[in-house]
Nanobody, 122 residues
Framework: QVQLVESGGGLVQAGDSLRLSCAASGRMFSMYSMGWFRQAPGKEREFVAAVTWISGVTAYGDSAKGRFTISRDNAKNTVYLQMNSLKPEDTAVYYC???????????????WGQGTQVTVSS
């Protein structure tokens, strides 16, 4: 089992930046990649970004390209999501997820955190 705990969410204004953190523990040797997803009320869970633990290969969803950066600190077993130029439409609950393979769909990820709320006011 892998446990994931997100932090760093909050209320910000449009144009501000925010950094989310995801602390991982447990059977980390089984994890191949980590990802961030978000879900707004009434909408499906959306892929934001993913990174492989070992090589640091990254992938981004369309809404994140050019504004968000995913990174990982292997020594701390922590994944980050730096979000810049935030917009009101970025408002959602952001989830950290772990996977034993590479993918960008929720079904590809078997471990999930509890989520952290990000609210961007206009």
């Amino acid at each position: 089992q892998v446990q994931l705990v997100e932090s760093g969410g909050g209320l910000v204004q449009a144009g501000d930046s925010l950094r989310l953190s995801c602390a991982a523990s447990g059977r980390m040797f089984s994890m191949y990649s980590m990802g961030w997803f978000r879900q707004a009320p009434g909408k499906e869970r959306e892929f934001v970004a993913a990174v492989t633990w070992i090589s640091g290969v990254t992938a981004y969803g369309d809404s994140a390209k050019g504004r968000f950066t995913i990174s990982r600190d292997n020594a701390k077993n922590t994944v980050y999501l730096q979000m810049n130029s935030l917009k009101p439409e970025d408002t959602a609950v952001y989830y950290c997820a772990g996977s034993t393979r590479w993918g960008r769909f929720p079904a590809d990820f078997g471990s999930w955190g509890q989520g952290t709320q990000v609210t961007v006011s206009s």
